[in-house]
Nanobody, 127 residues
Framework: QVQLVESGGGLVQAGGSLRLSCAAS???????????MGWFRQAPGEVRRFVAA????????VYADSVKGRFTISRDNAKNTVYLQMNSLNPEDTAVYYC?????????????????WGQGTQVTVSS
């Protein structure tokens, strides 16, 4: 079983930055086995939406258009941790942010394709 635990959320003013972390663990687990690590977010009353994903080595990254140029996803397989650096935050970024993992790299933006999920961390951006 794989556990994902997010941290780093909080309250920030518009224009500010936050760095989210997602620590992965499990019996005989190595994050390198996860071909794709992703971040999703869910605002109140809305569906969970794709934010960013990174490949096994971290050399390939993809972003939702709404965060491109402002957010950066990265992973440290040695530390079993994936990060989401969020800059130039605006109130529309307010949501619960979830870390997710799956073995394959395809369908990286589809919620149902991910095998493991964290519990989420709240990000609130005030205007």
């Amino acid at each position: 079983q794989v556990q994902l635990v997010e941290s780093g959320g909080g309250l920030v003013q518009a224009g500010g930055s936050l760095r989210l972390s997602c620590a992965a663990s499990g019996r005989s687990f190595s994050m390198y086995d996860m071909g794709c690590m992703g971040w999703f977010r869910q605002a109140p009353g809305e569906v969970r939406r794709f934010v960013a994903a990174t490949s096994r080595s971290g050399s390939n990254t993809v972003y939702a258009d709404s965060v491109k140029g402002r957010f950066t996803i990265s992973r440290d397989n040695a530390k079993n941790t994936v990060y989401l650096q969020m800059n130039s935050l605006n109130p529309e970024d307010t949501a619960v942010y979830y870390c997710a993992a799956k073995v394959g790299l395809s369908d990286y933006d589809i919620v149902s394709k991910y095998d493991y999920w964290g519990q989420g961390t709240q990000v609130t951006v005030s205007s």
